[in-house]
């Protein structure tokens, strides 16, 4: 009797605490990422894009629980042929050593999202205010994230590490502006 009532109570628990989760993959044909730097000195301010690899999330029916997303960092983008080479190179990115780069979230608060962010084998923990918007079978986020690029060892032209930079400086931090479209994963 005493182990039928605990099993009862194991059934009731679970069934209390369990609330519906889905499943949402990324849709990367309809997902946007770009980037944008900036020069230390006048306005210029090159942008670009990143292709998303693959992405997936938790939902419970309130809030995102779990989530992590791949970067295909081979296919950042600028307009200037040399710029872009420039940025997969060890310069910048290094892309055929490190091909990815990814974030994967702890939690959100509010709208505040605190993860992980890994780029170049280099994991840092982030916070940036999110949005997000759900219909029975999508979510779409969308965010502005500031990284400061030095934490990831990126050091070329900063002033940070390098003097009479001049005209050649660059900020430590750039902009990465998402639009993320999630599918629901139907079982």
């Known amino acids: 009797m005493k182990n039928t009532i605990n099993i009862l109570f194991v059934i009731i628990s679970l069934s209390v605490s369990s609330k519906a989760q889905s499943v949402f993959k990324a849709n990367p044909e309809n997902s946007k990422f770009s980037w944008t730097g900036y020069a230390s ?9 990143i292709k998303l690899s693959a992405g997936s999330l938790v939902f419970d029916g309130k809030t995102i629980s779990k989530a992590v997303f791949e970067f295909d960092m081979k296919t950042i983008t600028h307009e200037n042929k040399d710029l872009q080479n420039h940025l997969r190179n060890e310069d910048f990115f290094d892309v055929e050593k490190f091909p990815k780069a990814t974030f994967t979230l702890e939690k959100i608060t509010g709208n505040q999202a605190v993860g992980f962010l890994k780029i ?47 005209d050649y400086a660059i900020k430590d931090n750039f902009e990465l502006k998402l639009d993320l479209s999630m599918d629901k994963v139907i079982k």
């Open 41 to 49: 000195v006048g306005n210029y301010a090159p942008t670009g894009t």
């Open 120 to 166: 170049k084998d280099v994991q840092q923990r982030i916070s940036f205010p999110i949005t997000f918007k759900k219909s029975a079978k999508k979510i779409q986020i969308q965010a502005i994230i500031n990284v400061n690029r030095t934490d990831f060892g990126i050091k070329y032209n900063s002033t940070n590490f390098f003097s009479n930079l001049g």
